[in-house]
């Protein structure tokens, strides 16, 4: 499950800039949520395992240079599926309904490059379908699969991601807030550098679980490079220096993260502190500025 937050801001200046927003230290090239997922027993066994999952792309997963577990320089397929979470090079088959795309290449940037050609998003929600796992002794999680026949079972988790596990059995959590909004109204580059303008701002979020559970919660966005333990690092305009750190409740969320939801109609919240920066030679434009970064929650 995903919330989309944004940062809208207003002049450095005489204008505005246009920023685009974006955990403890990661590095990953994609990642693949499953928020939602049920058994339906009147479907055929092979479909009864239903499930929604969202793909996440980033910049630096395109470049990626880690090279693939197979021979790909003439054929191979890539893919969004469910993998063995604890056994990730085991081959699995492909779930009907999801991306499965023919490319050619040698490094998991390249593999990254065709699915996002095929599907034409960063961020990508999809429905897909399994035989009842719940007798399998596997632990799920979703993921992007790359395979050298692009049949039976012979897809393996594709280098340099995260795989998200699939939710417990009996737990239900649902992201209660809509969009959330960060302002940091009008101010000049002087102000950030003399510490009159208050860098850090806050917004609020809430989590319903209906009983109380530890949940997993990252801040993505597809630029991730260069995130730290400060949080996760927006670049509002590869060209400027404009920058913001992105936390949850004070912690960096740049990985899956565990936070404690208790369990109600009531929800918890949760806190998104945003702090600019300027960085290296603190080149920026007059104009308006907004960004954007998503919550995701997964499940332990």
């Not at 023919?102 to 961020?123: C, E």
Request: glycine share 8%; aromatic share 10%.
């Amino acid at each position: 499950m995903l919330k989309k937050f944004l940062l809208l801001s207003g002049c450095l200046f005489t204008g505005y800039i246009s920023v685009h927003s974006l955990t403890a230290l990661a590095d990953n090239d994609w990642y693949v949520s499953i928020p939602e997922s049920i058994v339906d027993m009147s479907a055929p066994w092979k479909e009864r395992f239903k499930y929604t999952s969202v793909l996440y792309l980033t910049e630096q997963g395109f470049k990626s240079k880690i090279p693939l577990p197979f021979d790909c320089s003439v054929k191979c397929w890539v893919a969004v599926n469910t993998q063995n979470a604890n056994n990730p090079s085991q081959p699995r088959f492909v779930d009907p309904g999801q991306p499965n795309v023919i490319f050619k290449g040698n490094t998991s940037g390249d593999a990254l490059s065709a699915l996002y050609h095929n599907i034409g998003s960063m961020i990508y929600t999809s429905q897909g379908t399994a035989p009842d796992r719940r007798n399998e002794n596997i632990e799920w999680c979703g993921a992007v699969a790359v395979s050298q026949s692009g049949s039976g079972p012979s897809y393996v988790l594709l280098p340099g991601g995260e795989c998200g596990r699939l939710p417990p059995e009996s737990l239900s959590c649902v992201l209660l807030t809509p969009d959330i909004l960060i302002d940091y109204g009008e101010f000049h580059k002087s102000d950030i550098l003399d510490n009159t303008l208050d860098k850090r701002k806050n917004g609020t979020f809430k989590i319903k679980c209906d009983r109380d559970a530890t949940v997993l919660l990252s801040l993505i966005s597809p630029d991730e490079e260069n995130s730290s333990n400060r949080g996760t690092r927006i670049v509002f305009d590869t060209d400027y220096d404009l920058v913001s750190y992105l936390t949850v409740n004070d912690k960096a969320a740049l990985t899956p993260t565990p936070f404690e939801v208790t369990g109600g109609e009531n929800g918890t919240e949760f806190k998104v502190t945003s702090e600019l920066a300027l960085e290296g030679e603190h080149k920026v434009v007059l104009g308006p500025f907004s960004s954007y970064a998503y919550i995701v929650l997964s499940y332990q």
